[in-house]
């Protein structure tokens, strides 16, 4: 495998509008999205979490996996998350941009 082949693991479908709300509500799960949105590209794992350990990590990103949020690649043996947007917007149209302009919102608030 070449170091520019990206190797993208088992990708789920959107989920219904429950499974995705149940996913985001969670703040972590919701500064995860947050974080990979205003990247507007995949970024390693360890980028989008502070204050929580690798294995704790790794559960929230099955849920937001499993609901069809992300998709996690593996390039170069780095593993990255990438924020599936155009999955969620043609399933869920304006749900994932009102959310993260809320959570953007709330971050600027805080800093």
Not at 10 to 16: L, M, Q, S
Not at 46 to 74: C, D
Not at 89 to 101: F, M, Q, T, Y
């Amino acid at each position: 495998m070449e170091e520019s082949e990206v190797l993208v693991n088992e990708c789920y479908p959107v989920a219904a509008l429950p499974q995705v709300l149940a996913a985001l509500q969670d703040p972590i799960r919701l500064e995860m999205i947050r974080r990979l949105s205003n990247a507007g590209e995949p970024l390693q794992c360890s980028a989008l979490y502070n204050g929580i350990n690798k294995s704790t990590a790794t559960h929230h990103f099955k849920i937001l996996r499993e609901a069809g949020l992300i998709e996690r690649q593996v390039c170069g043996g780095l593993i990255r998350q990438r924020l599936r947007a155009e999955e969620v917007s043609a399933a869920l149209p304006g749900l994932l941009e009102s959310v993260v302009d809320g959570a953007n919102r709330e971050a600027a608030v805080r800093a």
